[in-house]
């Protein structure tokens, strides 16, 4: 019998995964359903990440839907975001897609005995789900002084060009695995991610403080404030619930909007190279 997938981040999804059953710990927004269903999966449970503005943490489920996929998510306050083997062990079902109600999976299971019920069912690969445009885009408007501002949809849109700048990642604060060096990529001069509403021992913001210790400057915005896995909204809607000590120092503040936030960012850094 096939065995479920676990994963602490959608995006570690490849090609050889196609028709797979998997628990992969991102939110359930449409970009983290959108990359499950474009590497071919059978079935995928995510993480509510707090449901959120507009319901924007389970947003993907119903883009599985249309696809026939079965789609689950657990309830981020059982278990922690970014950690696959938390979620397995802890999880439980918050919200279930109609293609996955229909082989049994409930509200109220734990995520374990839901992706049994998934592997027993064998569901088909995905479809090819329609090309979706992944946002990364800098912001002319706010950059300055050869300091660049970069929103993107996720923060695995993170390019080595990126090092010493601001970014804003539609992405949830959390580290995968409990691992520090997850938390970004590249030594970036500053990062906004999404608080996915903190969660199970504050998973949704442990970012910040791994963020700290390489001297990032790291805030994460409201998940009632944006839609997570929305770059845009992080950018037009998003206010900060959380900055560590390195974002403090240089001028980022709870209560900021993720515009004033980078602004205060981009002067800093442009004094640091003056």
Same mark, same amino acid.
């Given at each position: 019998?096939?065995?479920?997938?676990?994963?602490? =981040?959608?995006?570690?999804?490849?090609?050889?995964?196609?028709?797979?059953?998997?628990?992969?710990? =991102?939110?359930?927004?449409?970009?983290?359903?959108?990359?499950?269903?474009?590497?071919?999966?059978?079935?995928?449970?995510?993480?509510?990440?707090?449901?959120?503005?507009?319901?924007?943490?389970?947003?993907?489920?119903?883009?599985?839907?249309?696809?026939?996929?079965?789609?689950?998510?657990?309830?981020?306050?059982?278990?922690?975001?970014?950690?696959?083997?938390?979620?397995?062990?802890?999880?439980?079902? *918050?919200?279930?897609?109609?293609?996955?109600?229909?082989?049994?999976?409930?509200?109220?299971?734990?995520?374990?005995?839901?992706?049994?019920?998934?592997?027993?069912?064998?569901?088909?690969?995905?479809?090819?789900?329609?090309?979706?445009?992944?946002?990364?885009?800098?912001?002319?408007?706010?950059?300055?002084?050869?300091?660049?501002?970069?929103?993107?949809?996720?923060? =695995?849109?993170?390019?080595?060009?990126?090092?010493?700048?601001?970014?804003?990642?539609?992405?949830?604060?959390?580290?995968?695995?409990?691992?520090?060096?997850?938390?970004?990529?590249?030594?970036?001069?500053? $990062?906004?991610?999404?608080?996915?509403?903190?969660?199970?021992?504050?998973?949704?913001? *442990?970012?910040?403080?791994?963020?700290?210790?390489?001297?990032?400057?790291?805030?994460?915005? *409201?998940?009632?404030?944006?839609?997570?896995?929305?770059?845009? *909204?992080?950018?037009?809607?998003?206010?900060?619930?959380?900055?560590?000590?390195?974002?403090?120092?240089?001028?980022?503040?709870?209560?900021?909007?993720?515009?004033?936030?980078?602004? $205060?960012?981009?002067?800093?850094?442009?004094?640091?190279?003056?």
């Amino acid at each position: 019998m096939q065995v479920p997938v676990i994963l602490d =981040s959608v995006t570690h999804l490849t090609d050889a995964h196609r028709g797979a059953v998997t628990y992969s710990a =991102s939110h359930g927004g449409i970009y983290a359903a959108y990359y499950a269903a474009a590497k071919g999966v059978g079935a995928v449970i995510l993480n509510d990440a707090g449901i959120g503005r507009e319901q924007a943490g389970i947003a993907g489920l119903e883009l599985l839907d249309q696809l026939g996929v079965p789609g689950a998510a657990v309830d981020n306050w059982t278990c922690r975001i970014g950690d696959g083997k938390d979620g397995l062990a802890r999880g439980i079902i *918050s919200t279930v897609n109609e293609a996955a109600a229909r082989l049994g999976v409930a509200v109220g299971m734990s995520c374990k005995d839901a992706l049994a019920k998934l592997i027993a069912a064998a569901p088909p690969p995905s479809p090819a789900p329609k090309a979706e445009q992944e946002f990364r885009f800098e912001v002319p408007e706010a950059s300055r002084d050869g300091v660049k501002v970069v929103v993107m949809d996720s923060i =695995s849109l993170v390019k080595p060009e990126d090092a010493g700048q601001i970014i804003v990642a539609a992405s949830h604060g959390g580290i995968l695995g409990g691992r520090p060096e997850t938390a970004v990529k590249v030594d970036v001069y500053a $990062a906004v991610v999404n608080d996915a509403a903190r969660g199970l021992d504050d998973a949704g913001i *442990s970012r910040l403080p791994a963020l700290d210790a390489r001297g990032i400057a790291g805030a994460c915005v *409201s998940a009632f404030s944006c839609r997570i896995g929305d770059g845009r *909204s992080h950018w037009g809607d998003g206010y900060i619930s959380a900055v560590n000590a390195t974002a403090h120092r240089r001028g980022g503040r709870v209560g900021q909007n993720t515009r004033e936030f980078a602004a $205060a960012m981009v002067t800093a850094r442009a004094k640091e190279l003056a």
